[in-house]
């Protein structure tokens, strides 16, 4: 008789008094680093700024009732090959149409907090002026070492290995069919979904196709896509310091960011700003409780040091895996100011692609700041793949 499937626990937790009290304390503890005048955002975050930012954290940020807030998600946790993995699991409600099951998978620096704002406008589209036919059932896992996931004691885990606790996941779930979308490492894990198991994914959307690996000849590229390789390493040298670091030696970093609240906000904080569409603004996008929530989440839980590791684990993907072409249905939504819009000819160089669209608003964090967009974005691309066998 075959081991019997595990079993989802409900999942809520709460801080603790003690907790919250140590944080504040740090924070109004913090030892300040000196800054250039009108040095602004130029050499990394902006010293007035998180000032002001970490003022209201100590004195009045309520992150009971961001806890609250996050407790009205259906929320799990469950045991995967020796990991306990948290998720999000909302279901369409039973009066909707067959509903398309649909696992989201976030990126870095965030969690499943990426997808809060979205998944009642996928699970309930008829609440919100939309086609109760294309109704969702969401699952949004936290990766391995990331959120209320468990942190891997060994190696840290790539994005083939997730996506293979994915599928683990949805079959627990009791869906051997399904959607798979995301963005930043999502992306990947998305990719390696429709990769590796094809039976079982309809179709795949992405927001990106991370950083471009090519083996072959470069003469073989459009001139489009040349461009694109000089703009992205014009970008990785300008900008990819935070890349580097986590690729290389995450664990160094890992004891500041750690220790130091002020630390870890600044570094998560900078990179709300310059991924977002917020012309320069990033409370345009994220309001102080809203960015706050998302680096507490990686306070209270530790876990900044192992989500930066998976990056060391994804470098070490073997060059073969890069260059697999997605057959799958893919779709893609560029948004205006995400980190990396790649042309059309690469698109179809690596993916089966049915869709591509620009959206006019947005940046790396999407389903965040634009989750009316970036709900349409998938009900309109998995609309023809929604009869499943």
């Not at 300008?238 to 500041?256: D, L, S, V």
Request: glycine content about 8%; overall charge negative; hydrophobic content about 40%.
């Amino acid at each position: 008789m075959p081991d019997a499937l595990p079993h989802p626990e409900r999942f809520s937790p709460k801080a603790g008094r003690a907790a919250l009290e140590d944080l504040r304390a740090r924070l109004r503890g913090t030892r300040w680093p000196d800054a250039p005048q009108e040095a602004g955002w130029s050499l990394g975050t902006d010293l007035g700024y998180l000032r002001e930012l970490v003022a209201y954290w100590a004195d009045e940020f309520d992150w009971p009732a961001q806890e609250a807030a996050l407790a009205r998600l259906p929320r799990f946790r469950v045991n995967l090959s020796g990991l306990g993995i948290h998720f999000v699991h909302a279901q369409a409600p039973a009066s909707a149409a067959p509903a398309l099951p649909l696992v989201l998978s976030h990126g870095w620096p965030d969690s499943f907090w990426r997808y809060s704002k979205v998944i009642g406008l996928l699970t309930d589209p008829a609440a919100h002026g939309a086609d109760p036919a294309d109704a969702f059932d969401v699952v949004v896992p936290d990766m391995p070492g990331y959120g209320y996931s468990d942190r891997p004691a060994g190696p840290p885990l790539d994005s083939i290995a997730v996506a293979g606790l994915w599928a683990e996941l949805m079959s627990v779930l009791g869906y051997p069919r399904f959607g798979a979308a995301g963005g930043d490492i999502g992306s990947g894990v998305s990719r390696y979904l429709a990769l590796d198991y094809q039976d079982r994914v309809v179709a795949v959307h992405r927001m990106d196709t991370g950083a471009p690996v090519f083996a072959g000849d470069r003469a073989e590229l459009t001139p489009e896509e040349r461009a694109w390789f000089r703009a992205m390493a014009a970008w990785g040298a300008a900008e990819g310091a935070y890349g580097a670091m986590h690729r290389t030696k995450p664990q160094t970093a890992a004891f500041g960011l750690t220790d130091s609240p002020v630390g870890l906000a600044a570094w998560i904080v900078e990179k709300l700003r310059a991924w977002s569409d917020c012309d320069g603004d990033v409370e345009r996008r994220f309001s102080k409780d809203e960015i706050l929530t998302n680096v507490t989440l990686y306070w209270l839980t530790g876990t900044i040091g192992s989500s930066m590791r998976m990056y060391n684990a994804n470098a070490a993907i073997a060059p073969e895996q890069h260059a697999r072409r997605v057959e799958a249905p893919s779709g893609f939504a560029l948004f205006p100011a995400d980190i990396t819009r790649p042309p059309r000819a690469w698109l179809e160089r690596t993916a089966n692609v049915t869709r591509v669209t620009e959206p006019p608003r947005g940046g790396h964090f999407a389903p965040f700041e634009e989750p009316e967009l970036y709900a349409a974005e998938l009900r309109d691309f998995f609309r023809p793949y929604r009869t499943i066998t």
